[in-house]
């Protein structure tokens, strides 16, 4: 488990893209790892659909697409895979 955090956390401190969350920083105690992250104002996308009757007009629909699909775009130039995209 503990290689995996790391390898979180060195991902995310690589990933300076203004679609996906930034990491400010980290810090461990006896038991658990910390990461410090981007404030995400409206939440996850799920919330942000949620809050609004579970639907997006065609317009914030193709937004939101669009910086999903840059953010993806641009992990991969990178040749990072996400492996877990969910709304």
């Not at 679609?19 to 409206?42: P, Q």
């Not at 914030?60 to 996400?82: C, F, M, P």
């Amino acid at each position: 488990m503990e290689k995996q955090i790391t390898e979180e956390i060195r991902l995310q401190s690589f990933c300076n893209n203004p679609n996906i969350i930034h990491l400010y920083g980290y810090f461990k105690d006896e038991l658990h790892t910390y990461l410090i992250l981007e404030y995400a104002t409206d939440g996850t996308l799920f919330n942000y659909l949620h809050k609004r009757g579970g639907r997006l007009s065609e317009r914030g629909t193709a937004s939101s697409l669009k910086e999903g699909v840059y953010a993806v775009e641009w992990l991969h130039q990178n040749d990072i895979a996400h492996r877990d995209i969910k709304p």
